[in-house]
Each structure stands twice: as structure tokens, then as C-alpha cells.
């Protein structure tokens, strides 16, 4: 379950293609459709968020998020507008070659793919206005500063307590268990002042996911690179420091059309993007806004997903390589994680096929189609591509210490 607030979008692409107006964009709802698409239909209302209806909200766009079916809380208030933000691109190369120190101007490129600033005041969720259903949740993904964060966590574990003492808690097995806090630093935050801060809002999440160019930021570096020494050590200095209460958690980096990379204290796991350009070099990538936090959404309704149809199909196609159930082994209780991970790279490769959120459709034979494909069958073929990867070079993608 997640539970986020809902945001339009105007975005400006420069000199590369015409702009576009009132696109359903944010965070949150990039991060729900990443969620949602590895629910599937059947479990969409295990999808929770708050949708903050202004006067202008747009009717095809209330009708799109319901198609949706998720369990989607409609707060209605015509005496304001709907949050709305402006996206202003760059070109990629603006960004590439530079070294530390950098100058402001520089920081902010690195720091972000796009130029952002709201167009109307920005309403902020606060755990106190989640139902006592929602503080249930077994996963909650959080967009914010290092500070808020460790706030967030608090009072949503503080509210949780405060329940079962009263005797309110639900009879499900996991109202004991402490829930997945999957944590996606602010991009403006991700700065050398911010480190102490970074490190001491890990300890309290049991994900924490920058994307490649912010971790560099963060650390005075021109972005972050796997193969790079700075890179490795860098790694290492954040998981020394302690992910999660145990010191056990997930550092996931989000490395664009590189795929992701996550490490824990005992493993290393690399995925490649779903999308990888032909023979002439095309792609089906059109638009990467929204790819990293629908990757985290996916992420965290995949770690509650263990039993259901992506999982199994992910199951019965690696089923055959001995390196990829030796990894699972060594994983432990998070035996779930490169799972939820590779439905993660799944959903992400379904954002970047157009500008805006992918479009869902039911088949004549009653299968649910996201941009005229099925879920589960893409991430039957991502598998299968991965099974070839993982018999040709098993140590390019996984490593257990």
C-alpha cells in the first residue's frame, strides 16, 4: 500500500519537441502506477493514496486515476486550485564532464534531470491525516528531505503503537510486524551539507534510493559509477554507516538506462533497464520522467508480493540457473527483494514509452494491457532475458560476500 498525494504537470522540452500541458505527472502518481502494475487487478485496492481535488481539476484526469481502481481517497476543495508544477528539461550533454567543486549552477544540473518549480502552493501530506486503515500499511514510499523522513517514520510507527494499545489494531498477522519504509531522497537535498543528515534518515528506512546523479551530488562527485573506485567506496562508507534499525537494509541506486544497482551488507545485485536500444540504436524510450519513482512504487508493492502471479512467473523462468537461487539463499528474510526489484525494472520500462502515465485496458480475453501489453508477460520476457545474462555472466550481475 502507499499513500501519496496526487500532482499535474506542465513540462517544457526545449528545442527537442512542443511542450505539453495538464499531464496526470508528480511522484505520486507515477510512484501509484508503478504500484499498481504489479498488483494487477486483482489486489488494485491494496494500492493507497490521497488525491487532492482542486477547482480546476481536470475530469478526464479524475476519470484515469479511477480507472485505475486503486483505493484512491478523493479530498475535494474548490476554494483552491489543483497542485500543478512546471518540468523544464535540459539536454543530457549540459551535464556530463564536470568535476568537483562545483559551482551552483553546475550542482543544480547534477542534481536534476529537469528544471521544477510549482506553479500553485504545494499541499503537503502529514501521517496524522492517513486513516487508521492506511497506518496499517505493510509499505509505504516516502518522497522527501532526510529530516522529514525520520519524522515520517516516527510518527507513523508512534501512531501504530498508540493503536494496538488502545486495542485497534487489525487481527492480520502483519499489524506486529514493523512495516517497509522505502525512502527516495529529495533531489534539491541531495547536497554535501545534507550527508549527516542522509545517514541518520537510512537508519530509520529499510530502503534508501537516490538516483546516480544525485548520490554523486551528495558526495561532491560528478555523478556515481559502479566501476569506479569512488563509486565502490562510496558504497561501502553508506552501508558501513547503517541501513535499517539492523543495519541490514537495501541501497538502491537508480542509474537510468544503466538499470539499477542494489547492495546490501552481503549482496550486490545489478539489473539492467527493461528497454535496451537495437542493433540501429532506436528505442522505445520516449519520455524518462516519473521512470525512478514508478521503479520505487513497483518496489515497494513487490516486497508484499510474494505468492502471486509476477512473482511466480519470476520464479519458474530462473528456476533453471544455480546462481540465481544460490543468491535468493543468501538473502535471507528479504528473499523477496530481487524479485520485487526485477518487477520494479518492469513497471519503469512501461513509463518511459510515452509523455505521462501509461494507459490500461482490458483485453477481449479479460487480461488487464498496459500500453496494449500485459504485465506479468513482460516481466516473463525480462526474465527470460536476464536467465541468458545470468549463464553467460553471472558475476556481472550478482554477488554474495
Not at 486503515?133 to 514510499?141: A, I, K
Not at 506486529?176 to 537510512?202: H, M
Request: include cysteine.
Amino acid at each position: 500500500m502507499l499513500t501519496v498525494h496526487y500532482r499535474a504537470d506542465d513540462i517544457d522540452f526545449g528545442d527537442s519537441r512542443p511542450g505539453v500541458k495538464n499531464i496526470l505527472g508528480g511522484a505520486a502518481s507515477f510512484a501509484v502506477v508503478g504500484a499498481r502494475l504489479v498488483a494487477g487487478s486483482a489486489h488494485a485496492q491494496s494500492v493507497s493514496w490521497i488525491v487532492d481535488v482542486g477547482s480546476d481539476f481536470p475530469p478526464e484526469t479524475l476519470a484515469a486515476i479511477q480507472s485505475w481502481g486503486t483505493d484512491c481517497v478523493i479530498r475535494e476543495d474548490h476554494s483552491r486550485l489543483t497542485t500543478r508544477a512546471w518540468n523544464g528539461y535540459h539536454p543530457n550533454e549540459k551535464r556530463g564532464g564536470l568535476k568537483p567543486p562545483f559551482s551552483e549552477q553546475q550542482k543544480t544540473r547534477l542534481t536534476r534531470a529537469i528544471d521544477f518549480k510549482y506553479l500553485t502552493p504545494k499541499l503537503r501530506l502529514e501521517p496524522d491525516m492517513l486513516s487508521d486503515t492506511q497506518v496499517w500499511s505493510r509499505t509505504f514510499h516516502m518522497v522527501c528531505s532526510p529530516s522529514r523522513c525520520i519524522s515520517i517514520v516516527n510518527d507513523i510507527l508512534q501512531r501504530r503503537e498508540d493503536l494496538h494499545k488502545a486495542g485497534q489494531a487489525p487481527s492480520t498477522d502483519h499489524s506486529s510486524t514493523r512495516p517497509i519504509f522505502v525512502w527516495e531522497p529529495v533531489p534539491d537535498l541531495c547536497t554535501p551539507e545534507e550527508q549527516e543528515k542522509f545517514f541518520a534518515a537510512n537508519r530509520v528506512v529499510d530502503m534508501v534510493s537516490p538516483n546516480h546523479l544525485e548520490l554523486g551530488m551528495m558526495f561532491d562527485q560528478a555523478g556515481w559509477a559502479e566501476e569506479s573506485k569512488e563509486g565502490q567506496q562510496l558504497v561501502r562508507r553508506i552501508l558501513d554507516s547503517g541501513i535499517g534499525p539492523n543495519g541490514n537494509g537495501c541501497l538502491v541506486i537508480r542509474a537510468g538506462k544503466e538499470g539499477s544497482y542494489a547492495f546490501s551488507r552481503a549482496q550486490k545485485l545489478w539489473l539492467p533497464a527493461y528497454h535496451q536500444p537495437g542493433t540501429s540504436g532506436a528505442t522505445a524510450v520516449l519520455d524518462p520522467t516519473g521512470a525512478g519513482n514508478s521503479f520505487l512504487g513497483a518496489l515497494a508493492q513487490g516486497m508484499v508480493t510474494a505468492g502471486r502471479e509476477p512473482f511466480n512467473v519470476i520464479e519458474s523462468t530462473l528456476s533453471p540457473s544455480q546462481s540465481w537461487q544460490r543468491f535468493l539463499d543468501g538473502s535471507g528474510d528479504r528473499r523477496t527483494l530481487p524479485m520485487a526489484l526485477i518487477c520494479a525494472t518492469v513497471a519503469a520500462g512501461f513509463v518511459v514509452e510515452q509523455i505521462g502515465v501509461p494507459q490500461v485496458s482490458m483485453a477481449g480475453n479479460g487480461k488487464e494491457m498496459w500500453n496494449q501489453s500485459e504485465f506479468t508477460e513482460r516481466v516473463r520476457l525480462y526474465t527470460q532475458r536476464l536467465l541468458r545474462a545470468l549463464e553467460e555472466s553471472p558475476q556481472r550481475h550478482l554477488l554474495t560476500n
